[in-house]
């Protein structure tokens, strides 16, 4: 069964250091989002990729995170410099994009601790 | 704004029992997603519901949507410790294929 990738899954910084977080979208899924988790609460989107352009960042703190999916297939987010407050789980999903097809698939995320 | 609020927010109770989690918003979504995540890895769909009135069950577990799509619910029956994990719901506006997650619900089984 195909499956998002994401690597690495798990990163320790010390703040104000650079990180990036990789995903790979499952084959043929045009659209990528990726959330942000707190532990024990819900995923928050932080971008969203149709192909390689970018639907939605209103989210991404864009004085210190970047994003971006150049080929339209995989993706990178980028975090520099990182703060204490930016421990989380990054976590991206992938979607076809199309009616029920829009069901969003999850990778197992990179779990992200700042010291 | 499109909120859910899930409920309740944190569940313990001891194998066997039955449960609710209720997932409501005043928002019309045109689809609805239940995820279940296990600690350190990601969410994993367990079910989308997306007719008004629509009730799925998945082995123990049945799902409801609500007639007007603003609301629904997961129903575990008889719990298992493998049950334990945080549940989400997830609406969909329709439109943009944004998910709009709910806070989740914690739920802990004990054998």
């Known amino acids: 069964e195909a499956e998002v990738a994401q690597s690495p899954r798990y990163k320790i910084t010390e703040k104000s250091q650079a990180v990036a977080f990789w995903c790979d979208p499952i084959?043929?899924?045009?659209?990528l989002y990726w959330y942000r988790q707190i532990l024990g609460q819900g995923p928050e989107l932080l971008v969203q990729?149709?192909?390689?352009?970018?639907?939605?960042d209103s989210q991404l703190p864009k004085d210190r995170f970047s994003a971006e999916r150049l080929k339209g297939v995989d993706s990178t987010l980028k975090i520099q410099p990182a703060e204490l407050g930016d421990s989380a789980m990054y976590l991206c999903?992938?979607?076809?994009?199309?009616?029920?097809?829009?069901?969003?698939?999850f990778g197992p995320g990179t779990r992200l601790l700042v010291l | 704004t499109q909120l859910l609020e899930q409920s309740p927010q944190f569940l313990s109770i001891q194998e066997g029992e039955n449960l609710t989690v209720y997932c409501n918003s005043s928002?019309?979504?045109?689809?609805l997603q239940w995820y279940r995540q296990e600690p350190g890895e990601g969410p994993v769909l367990l079910v989308t519901?997306?007719?008004?009135?629509e009730v799925k069950k998945l082995k123990r577990l049945t799902f409801q949507f609500g007639d007007a799509r603003k609301d629904s619910s997961l129903h575990i029956t008889a719990a298992q410790p493998g049950d334990t994990g945080l549940y989400l719901c997830?609406?969909?506006?329709?439109?943009?294929?944004?998910?709009?997650f709910g806070q989740g619900t914690t739920l802990q089984v004990k054998p």
């Open positions: 519901v997306v007719t008004g009135g």
């Open positions: 990729f149709q192909d390689e352009s970018v639907v939605d």
């Open positions: 997830a609406g969909d506006d329709g439109n943009t294929g944004k998910l709009i």
């Open positions: 084959s043929g899924h045009a659209t």
């Open positions: 928002s019309v979504f045109s689809s």
């Open positions: 999903a992938s979607s076809s994009g199309q009616g029920l097809q829009k069901t969003q698939y």
